[in-house]
């Protein structure tokens, strides 16, 4: 089976099972429809399904990934994730199947359990029951990222194509290697020729990828701030510790703990948001810290970080939580009063990035005990959605 986005997977429960078992089971039988189609017309190919370049290249790789798909759903196991092949296929089969439907409610094959339904039938868990049973949800709930789909991955490979560097700021992955066959034919061959150069390396270093991570966290969160908005600071940090605990882990050998006590609070020692770190044969290796508070107290926030911070960790991070500013308004506010800070931690150099430079802010400062930089990420979680429920308002 594979993983959603609605499910807690570092401390699944018999409901989190119930959920993951009910959604593959619509998702094998969708894609049991298209194999059975496969099978008995000859007529029937699957241009669409996959890149045009990809089938014409590698026509029996393509028609195994659909059988193989079919067997991911329908594993007993739960795949961490799957590669970038699976969720095209996956997608292409949803967007099939959607067109194929009569009826919208035909499109969602199993009806739910009572026994489910009962279970989330409660405030807590409403939302989730509407998403596991209306069908475009699944776009969104069935992946951890579009990454793979043409637009996003053009444009990923033209940033590596033109810095490589760039890349390593903007997208969380492994290596670009995992999407060579999704690829538009010319931008595979320059990436394929720049990459055997060596002119330039895919590869992200750990900090990278964790910062990539947890901003890809933060754009899937984005499409449901109703879930998130009377949430605190301390429900919003436990739901980050739960849903990316177990992607450092898998991916990078990295472990997340909360509120784990360190470094100075006035007096006493503190309790940190997030502390990730490695650990081999006993030994820890720091990573970073993770602050999480409203924007509104970014310099006591940031303040905080730096009395965590020393010289074995390789970077910080805030989040901000923003429900009264617009996202550039938001940045603005953070940059201003990096500008504005005093001290020992004053930042020595503050970079906007992203288009708009609204993706996230990144200061260094001077580290006391080595006199080396040590870089700070700056996030924001806008939760700030005050026009467009005004608008959906008005629509229904």
Request: one cysteine or more; a negative charge.
């Amino acid at each position: 089976m594979i993983q959603l986005d609605v499910v807690n997977y570092d401390n699944l429960s018999n409901l989190g099972m119930k959920i993951t078992q009910y959604v593959n089971g619509n998702l094998r039988d969708i894609i049991r429809v298209l194999i059975d189609v496969l099978e008995t017309d000859s007529e029937f190919e699957l241009d669409g399904f996959f890149p045009r370049d990809y089938l014409m290249r590698k026509p029996q790789e393509c028609r195994n990934i659909i059988n193989e798909l079919y067997e991911i759903v329908c594993s007993k196991s739960i795949r961490d994730f799957i590669k970038p092949k699976y969720e095209y296929a996956l997608y292409s089969i949803l967007c099939w199947w959607e067109e194929c439907a009569d009826d919208e409610s035909d499109l969602i094959i199993n009806s739910i359990d009572d026994g489910l339904k009962k279970e989330l039938d409660n405030d807590e868990m409403g939302n989730i029951l509407r998403w596991i049973q209306d069908f475009d949800e699944y776009y969104d709930i069935c992946f951890r990222d579009h990454d793979f789909l043409p637009e996003t991955l053009n444009n990923m490979v033209m940033l590596y194509l033109k810095n490589p560097q760039l890349l390593e700021t903007f997208f969380q992955y492994d290596n670009l290697d995992d999407y060579i066959d999704l690829m538009d034919c010319d931008l595979r061959e320059r990436y394929l020729e720049m990459r055997d150069s060596g002119i330039g390396g895919t590869k992200l270093s750990k900090p990278d990828n964790i910062i990539m991570e947890l901003l890809a966290l933060l754009k899937r969160y984005q499409k449901r701030i109703p879930h998130f908005e009377n949430r605190g600071e301390v429900q919003i940090t436990a739901d980050i510790h739960d849903a990316i605990a177990g992607i450092l882990n898998s991916k990078y050998g990295l472990h997340i703990s909360r509120e784990f006590t360190m470094g100075r609070a006035i007096k006493e020692l503190g309790e940190t948001d997030l502390y990730i770190y490695a650990e081999t044969d006993g030994d820890i290796e720091d990573y970073a810290v993770l602050e999480n508070k409203y924007i509104e107290n970014f310099t006591n926030q940031y303040n905080q970080l730096m009395g965590y911070l020393n010289q074995n960790f390789k970077f910080g991070i805030t989040l901000s939580l923003n429900k009264n500013k617009t996202l550039k308004s938001g940045f603005d506010k953070i940059e201003n009063e990096l500008k504005a800070m005093e001290g020992d931690f004053r930042p020595v150099e503050i970079k906007r990035i992203g288009e708009e430079y609204t993706l996230m802010i990144v200061s260094e400062h001077i580290v006391p005990e080595t006199g080396s930089r040590m870089k700070v990420y700056h996030l924001i979680f806008q939760l700030k959605d005050k026009e467009r429920k005004k608008v959906a308002a008005v629509a229904r």
